[in-house]
């Protein structure tokens, strides 16, 4: 595959470290797919990590044109962990898309992004920011729980998401943050 072909590959919560994630009998498991994801170059096409239903852990990524998906709209859940984001693209990183999560109980904001020209799409957010089983109602800004947030860029797109139930400050925190110049 060269560096600049477009791959598709599976997650599973049955996967295996030792399979190749072509096809979703030999899915990756999050581990494998969190190691591959977030190392090599990225491509100028779009990768694409379709996810089965099931439920995991947090996700972190740091490369640009990844595709992140549900196989079946909300089927596959994040149930965050601690003092992580649901699913958070790191600084700078451009032209991703989220699609068709479930988001429960995430320990701070459900998606974050913080790119140009990402895509966040029918995805199920709820109770985003109080994952934390410590968690109170607070004026102190300890806890954040946006549905989604991103910050400072442009070309962000949110499409058809549902998100409810979020935040700890209810007169700081927003199902939807956007802070960028378009």
Do not use: C
């Amino acid at each position: 595959v060269s560096a600049n072909a477009a791959t598709t590959n599976y997650v599973s919560v049955s996967g295996a470290g030792a399979a190749d994630g072509t096809s979703e009998a030999n899915a990756w498991s999050q581990a494998t797919f969190l190691s591959s994801a977030t190392s090599g170059a990225s491509t100028n096409d779009r990768n694409w990590y379709l996810f089965a239903a099931g439920t995991y852990g947090s996700i972190s990524l740091g490369l640009s044109n990844i595709a992140v998906q549900s196989i079946q709209k909300g089927r596959a859940e994040i149930v965050g962990t601690a003092a992580s984001f649901g699913i958070r693209w790191l600084d700078g990183y451009k032209g991703n898309l989220i699609r068709g999560f479930r988001l429960r109980s995430t320990y701070l904001t459900g998606i974050k992004v913080n790119g140009d020209y990402n895509t966040i799409m029918d995805n199920f957010i709820d109770n985003a920011g109080r994952g934390d089983p410590l968690w109170v109602t607070n004026n102190t800004g300890t806890f954040t729980g946006q549905g989604i947030e991103a910050h400072g860029f442009i070309g962000t797109s949110i499409i058809r998401n549902r998100i409810r139930n979020n935040g700890a400050r209810v007169n700081l925190d927003h199902g939807i943050y956007v802070a960028g110049t378009t």
